[in-house]
């Protein structure tokens, strides 16, 4: 007797694995349970369960094969699991088991029935489910996708043991999605694709089967080319032998059905077994199968005469060794050639040897063939009374196939009418996301989206952006629904006037962008003006509007290096040319790199006051002659991109103040006048302080490299609380916060689900959401400078840490956050130290591990701002025993926030990061 094997024999392609399935297959059952009798031996001495976890693949393939045994062995006492009876009289006229009800097997007492019998069925069936549910799990824990797939297709088999046709297709379908990629020849791939083969095949697949089974030959074949030696060539001889069975019964399929492309396939099957023969060893068992199929391909073809002792020999061979399934298939090909070749009473009894032997061992397949042949076999010797019963099996059989291919159907309607449902949800959810539901447009995610897109690919496309004149009198002469009807005919004009490829989006507002790939900045101008014509020349009287409707334009081209942020405020800037030199115009910014330039050592200062700057590439309209632009400042003249261009004036000198290395200087006059809002600007400047301290200064033409202008500092996002205040009141202080303050995010902190929902409402592309943070942030959100981290000690601290990288983030600034780094889980730290010192600060947060924020300032010249959470233990004192022990910590280089400010860390640890960024 060989020696016991191991569990990890029983993972395919292992030795064992085939010995215990071709054991199953034959339903030699005794022999499959003393071969997982011996490893359990084996595990035993290793010290029980613990030698194979259960999450390991020796685990998952024992479990797998024991529970196969088990409803085997339930289906050989009659038991079908769910369904009809396998034999009449059966202990299943009781009842039926059913091998995945929840909870305890599902029994029927209407008829009286053994107790002993149903007692023990039902806990075979309890410790069936429990090892496919372990065995399952333990697959689904792989990494290694041939191995999940192998595992499904057998799962599969049980299932169609089981008499569940739909799980077995769900499991199947599963399987072929792993087993479809491209995958290296290799003896467990063969495995797996033979093994989705056979299932398929008794899902009545039979194009699948042939498919999955020829990629599994294929693959066997280029592993024989490549290897030499008997074990290569076996497994080639196997797939082969695989492939030629399932080709000899498709093509009897089409032999019945009058089809002359049987021939083909017969052909191919004996092709098949002739080189299988001449590969497999002389003792391998599946030498017994080639030779069936052989006898098979050779009766399709009409070679009766060398067919018939080959199918003898068989049937003499497979009785000795008791392979039931393999004397099945052998009797079957026997009777069939004993017929077709003229001696119907010879075949009379082998067709009925092998339709005994098919229902005995399950084999439905083979079943159907010998019950055709059987009434073929009467039906021409007009022996009706011994065709009918055979005809009356084979009718009842084929109406068990319609109720399964309805049964099948149904429950694939039901996934595809699910599919669809979802791909419905779907589709409704991104209209949601990307469209404007009042014009029907894509939306300013959309459009943010799709220029990212552009640009990452190298294209250079060229941006407008659309805004519509004196809105607000459209408003106020035809009301609201007026208002919205012109934005949804102006939406519609600039669709007509568009090519297929341009995109057209609704901005926020009256305003509007198009997005025209590989399009020049002149090019677009003209497409530009010719829809600012039709807009102007359109009837509005139908819309019940009297006031004239125009739009104003402008337009840039990205440039090498251009990210969406400096394209769009290229076409913003000169669009508010386009409104200060009257409106109804197209402006255009071309032949310029929109980035800053470095300043030029030694610039000379400016000479006249009243001068106004030109920048070539730049479609200027008529504003040098507006009278009422005396006195303002020509930065302000070129607000938007060519604010860039222009020498900034010299401003009062003031003394340092120690604060300002750390908080920033207070803005100057210009950089406030910067940072006002957008919009409509008064044409008359506001009276200049008396008395005046310095000059106006003077501007002179730009003639070499662009000057740069000092950005005014950010003052930082409004931050409004959510906690205790109704969803009606945050919305009105966001509102009251955005009219003070337009060039700058609100921010809402501590807020219900309710009131996020309800700020993206209302503001739609405006607003950016972070759910664990529970904030929100509503405006424009700075470009970022500069990098924090934020580390988080803990699960229980994650909302402050959320808290502090999202209001970082909206500040202005990049973040990267790691989670969950207490304790001994600090080593990931210690191993990547980039997390610790690729950052420009640090916002570490912890409760019960507040000793985390002195560790890593040790490890680091990063400031480090600590801030500690109320989640800790009881004795914690909600939050101050995390105080006291970041307050009492001799590490140098931290400052410590109050408990659970998240919002004030994030907005200190930005502030220090855009600063450093600058330098």
């Known amino acids: 007797m060989p020696a016991p094997a191991g569990p990890a024999s029983l993972v395919p392609p292992a030795r064992l694995h085939r010995q215990v399935s071709d054991a199953l297959v034959t339903w030699q059952l005794d022999a499959a349970e003393a071969l997982l009798r011996r490893v359990d031996g084996v595990q035993s001495a290793a010290g029980g369960r613990a030698g194979a976890p259960l999450s390991s693949l020796a685990r998952a393939w024992a479990d797998t094969l024991r529970a196969e045994l088990l409803v085997r062995r339930l289906r050989l006492a009659g038991w079908s699991l769910v369904g009809e009876p396998l034999v009449e009289g059966g202990p299943e006229q009781a009842g039926s088991l059913d091998l995945h009800h929840d909870g305890e097997p599902a029994v029927s007492d209407e008829a009286p029935v053994d107790r002993a019998d149903r007692s023990q069925a039902a806990a075979q069936v309890t410790e069936a489910i429990a090892l496919v549910r372990a065995a399952r799990a333990a697959f689904d824990a792989q990494d290694d996708d041939v191995h999940r797939a192998a595992g499904l297709a057998r799962h599969a088999r049980i299932q169609l043991l089981s008499r569940r046709v739909d799980q077995a297709m769900d499991e199947a379908v599963e399987s072929a999605s792993l087993l479809d990629a491209p995958l290296p020849a290799s003896p467990l791939a063969v495995h797996a694709l033979s093994s989705l083969a056979a299932v398929l095949a008794d899902l009545e697949l039979m194009p699948l089967a042939l498919q999955y089974q020829r990629r599994a030959a294929e693959a066997a074949a280029e592993l024989a080319a490549g290897e030499a030696g008997p074990g290569p060539a076996a497994l080639a001889g196997e797939a082969a032998t695989r492939l030629a069975a399932l080709c000899a019964e498709v093509g009897e399929g089409l032999l019945d059905d009058g089809d002359p492309d049987a021939g083909g396939y017969f052909a191919e099957a004996r092709d098949l077994a002739v080189r299988a023969l001449a590969q497999l060893p002389a003792d391998d068992p599946v030498l017994l199968d080639a030779q069936a199929v052989h006898g098979w391909a050779l009766v399709g073809l009409g070679e009766h005469d060398a067919a018939v002792p080959l199918l003898r020999g068989v049937v003499g061979t497979a009785t000795s060794v008791r392979d039931g399934a393999l004397l099945a298939s052998a009797e079957l090909g026997l009777g069939r050639a004993l017929r077709r070749s003229g001696d119907p009473r010879a075949a009379d009894d082998h067709l009925a040897t092998a339709l005994t032997l098919a229902t005995e061992h399950g084999l439905p397949r083979l079943r159907w063939a010998a019950l055709r042949e059987l009434c073929t076999l009467h039906a021409e010797l007009d022996d009706a009374a011994r065709a009918l019963p055979y005809l009356q099996a084979y009718l009842a059989d084929e109406l068990d196939r319609v109720d399964e291919r309805r049964t099948r159907w149904v429950g694939l309607f039901g996934r595809r009418k699910s599919l669809l449902e979802n791909e419905r949800a779907a589709l409704q959810l991104r209209r949601q996301v990307y469209e ?35 809105f607000k009198s459209i408003n106020d002469a035809a009301g609201h629904p007026g208002g919205d009807a012109v934005l949804r005919a102006i939406g519609q004009l600039l669709v007509d006037g568009c090519r297929d490829t341009d995109e057209v989006c609704r901005w926020a507002g009256d305003e509007f962008v198009i997005l025209l790939p590989d399009t020049t900045a002149e090019q677009a101008e003209r497409a530009l003006e010719r829809i600012r014509r039709s807009i102007s020349a359109h009837d509005w009287s139908a819309l019940g509007v009297d006031v004239p409707v125009t739009i104003s334009v402008g337009i840039a081209s990205a440039a090498r290096g251009d990210d969406r942020r400096t394209l769009f405020a290229a076409a913003d800037g000169v669009l508010y040319d386009a409104k200060r030199a009257g409106r109804d115009r197209v402006v255009r910014l071309s032949a310029v790199t929109q ?56 401003e009062p000198t003031r003394a340092r103040d120690p604060l300002d290395e750390l908080f920033g200087a207070p803005p100057a006059d210009g950089a406030r006048r910067a940072e ?67 060039d700058h995010p609100a921010v809402v902190v501590r807020a219900s689900a ?15 959401i972070d759910a664990a943070a529970m904030a929100a942030a509503v405006g424009p959100v700075p470009e970022a400078l500069g990098r924090v981290g934020v580390l988080c000690a803990s699960s229980g601290d994650t909302p402050i840490a959320a808290e502090a990288a999202f209001v970082a983030r909206v500040t202005g600034t990049g973040v990267v956050r790691v989670d969950d780094v207490g304790g001994n889980r600090i080593r990931p730290l210690l191993a990547d130290r980039s997390l610790l010192t690729d950052v420009d600060c640090l916002v570490v947060v912890a409760g019960l591990d507040a000793a985390l924020a002195s560790v890593v300032s040790g490890l680091t010249e990063v400031p480090v701002v600590a801030v500690p959470t109320s989640a800790a233990s009881a004795g914690s004192f909600g939050g101050f025993g995390a105080l006291l022990t970041m307050l009492n910590s001799a590490a140098p280089g931290v400052v410590v926030s109050n408990i659970d400010n998240g919002w004030s860390a994030g907005v200190f640890a930005a502030r220090i990061a855009r600063r450093t960024a600058r330098r």
Not at 680 to 689: F, G, H, K, L
């Open 595 to 650: 980035t800053r330039a470095e300043e030029p050592a030694g610039q000379v200062a400016p000479e006249a006051a009243a001068a106004v700057s030109r920048v070539e590439g730049v479609t200027s309209s008529p504003r040098d002659a507006d009278p009422d632009r005396g006195g303002v400042d020509p930065a302000d003249d070129a607000d938007g991109f060519a604010a860039l261009l222009v020498e900034p004036p010299v």
């Open 754 to 768: 309710e009131t996020l929902v309800a700020l993206a409402s209302e503001h739609d592309a405006y607003t950016t």
């Open 676 to 742: 006002e809002p957008r919009g409509e600007r008064p044409r008359t400047p506001e009276p200049a302080p008396e008395p005046a301290a310095v000059a106006s200064p003077q501007v002179t033409p730009v003639t070499g490299t662009p000057v740069t202008r000092e950005p005014a500092l950010p003052t930082g996002p409004d931050v409004i609380w959510a906690t205790g205040r109704s969803t009606d009141q945050v919305l009105g202080l966001v509102r009251e916060a955005r009219r003070e303050h337009p």
């Open 436 to 470: 404007d539901p009042l014009t029907h447009l894509p939306n300013r995610r959309f459009a943010e989206t799709r220029l990212d897109g552009l640009l990452s690919t190298g294209s250079a496309p060229a941006l407008a952006v659309v805004d519509v004149d004196h």
